[in-house]
């Protein structure tokens, strides 16, 4: 997938817009400053580096960013209506995790994370569009994330520390003491983390369906011989004049 200059441009002032609507003005400030000091980088980041993953193209970083903010507003209400104790976690706090859960992409600040791939090779067999940095040392995503926002003073609560760092959910084995514990006392005091993680399920699933369905669609598949196209139309021809409720289903499960 591409995006137009235009709907860049377009992700960007919604992402800024989130922030000036449910950050607080102090950090919104804050915010705000140091995503214009990346501005031109974070607008054309991916948000993954492999064709295979999701939002793999130029812009598809901020397009995640705020895909996840827009699911995690909506599961909040979904979880507010089925019961959740909403005193355990502010709207501020949803929004500024879900804003910030892969902040640690964009590298240290100074180099970046991931850059275009020259390798022919890779791009076109594996579909690693982009390189890890090589510049800068390993530091996990979510670590990273919350590194970005402390070094810059930039306030980080403990229910968005929760967020941020638990974001991948179990995916990610450094969360298991978090997310398997059999004790009342050590389970999280708030479902934040677990919304924040079900928003970032819902827009990753949603933007792999994006790219790749279309192209799992056989009838539309352009290495489907006409020959094929021309039998699956015959056969739904077929099925189509058969009365029988009973023969069709049989028919059509053969």
């Given amino acids: 997938m591409e995006l137009t200059a235009e709907q860049i441009q377009s992700?960007?002032?919604k992402f800024i817009g989130y922030i000036n609507e449910y950050i607080s003005p102090d950090r919104a400030e804050k915010l705000i400053s140091f995503y214009e000091q990346h501005k031109e980088e974070i607008m054309l980041m991916p948000a993954s580096h492999k064709k295979a993953y999701?939002?793999?193209f130029p812009g598809g970083y901020i397009d995640h960013v705020n895909r996840?903010?827009?699911c995690a507003l909506k599961l909040t209400s979904v979880w507010s209506d089925m019961g959740v104790d909403k005193d355990t976690f502010t709207l501020e706090e949803i929004v500024f995790s879900a804003i910030n859960h892969d902040l640690g992409k964009m590298g240290d600040g100074v180099e970046y994370a991931h850059v275009p791939s020259t390798d022919q090779w890779r791009k076109k067999n594996l579909g690693e569009m982009y390189t890890f940095n090589t510049k800068i040392s390993y530091m996990s995503v979510p670590d990273r994330s919350i590194y970005l926002l402390t070094s810059n003073n930039i306030g980080v609560s403990p229910n968005e520390w929760l967020g941020i760092k638990l974001h991948d959910g179990l995916y990610?084995?450094?969360n298991e003491p978090y997310y398997k514990t059999y004790l009342p006392e050590t389970k999280p005091r708030t479902s934040l983390p677990?919304?924040?993680?079900h928003a970032d399920m819902m827009a990753t699933r949603i933007e792999f369906e994006r790219e790749w369905l279309p192209k799992f669609n056989i009838e539309n598949s352009p290495s489907i011989s006409e020959s094929t196209k021309k039998k699956t139309s015959a056969r739904k021809k077929a099925l189509s004049s058969v009365s029988s409720p009973g023969l069709?289903?049989?028919l059509d499960n053969l």
């Fill in 11 to 13: 992700q960007w002032d």
């Fill in 54 to 56: 999701h939002n793999c």
């Fill in 68 to 70: 996840v903010v827009e």
């Fill in 172 to 174: 990610d084995s450094a």
């Fill in 194 to 197: 677990f919304i924040i993680h």
């Fill in 248 to 250: 069709k289903n049989m």
